[in-house]
């Protein structure tokens, strides 16, 4: 969903898919930084004109990718969009565009979309985030599986679950951190 999102921001920019990517990454081998970038990197990969001008690891933490994209942002004249593989990075990456006052130049999106008023819902509120996309946690409904388990008798787990993400962008952010947000629910 991010890639495809990264592909329509752009054609919507150049009038073709075009541009050039930052792609923040997370912990290297961890199973979501592996799903996030190929995700990602299946749809881009389809589009030779866009493409990934640099791929810092920044290990999740915000600070990490706030040092990784100003070094990134001395090297590279034009970036398009930074892809952090969660919220913190990309707002790392806007703190680091901002502090050398090209924030304007680029868009932002993160995966997560939670976290309260620091997370990426309300910082695509805020403007900061052109999106982020929630990421399913399998805890959830593994609580779920587990309470049918429990309370229905027969009742056989499937193999496999596809959970879905969601897109959230400035057209339903507040909605859903009413939704995805204890503070929201206050």
């Not at 081998?29 to 990602?40: M, P, S, T, W, Y």
């Not at 690891?57 to 994209?69: C, G, L, N, P, S």
């Not at 680029?106 to 997560?112: K, L, P, Q």
Request: with cysteine; aromatic share 6%.
């Amino acid at each position: 969903m991010a890639g495809k999102f990264i592909v329509d921001r752009l054609t919507e920019k150049y009038g073709k898919p075009t541009g050039k990517v930052v792609a923040m990454r997370g912990l290297l081998g961890v199973e979501g930084e592996i799903n996030r970038d190929r995700g990602a990197r299946e749809v881009l990969d389809r589009y030779p004109e866009i493409r990934i001008v640099a791929d810092p690891v920044a290990d999740w933490i915000q600070a990490k990718a706030k040092d990784r994209m100003t070094e990134v942002l001395r090297t590279q004249p034009q970036i398009d969009v930074v892809y952090g593989h969660n919220d913190p990075m990309a707002i790392g990456a806007y703190l680091a565009a901002k502090e050398l006052g090209r924030e304007k130049e680029m868009v932002f999106v993160g995966v997560d979309g939670l976290g309260g008023s620091a997370g990426g819902i309300k910082k695509v509120m805020d403007g900061i985030l052109a999106a982020t996309f929630v990421y399913p946690l399998c805890v959830d409904k593994t609580v779920e599986i587990a309470d049918k388990i429990l309370h229905q008798p027969g009742f056989r787990p499937e193999k496999e679950y596809l959970l879905d993400s969601v897109m959230v962008t400035p057209d339903n952010a507040a909605e859903l951190y009413k939704k995805f947000t204890v503070e929201g629910m206050n």
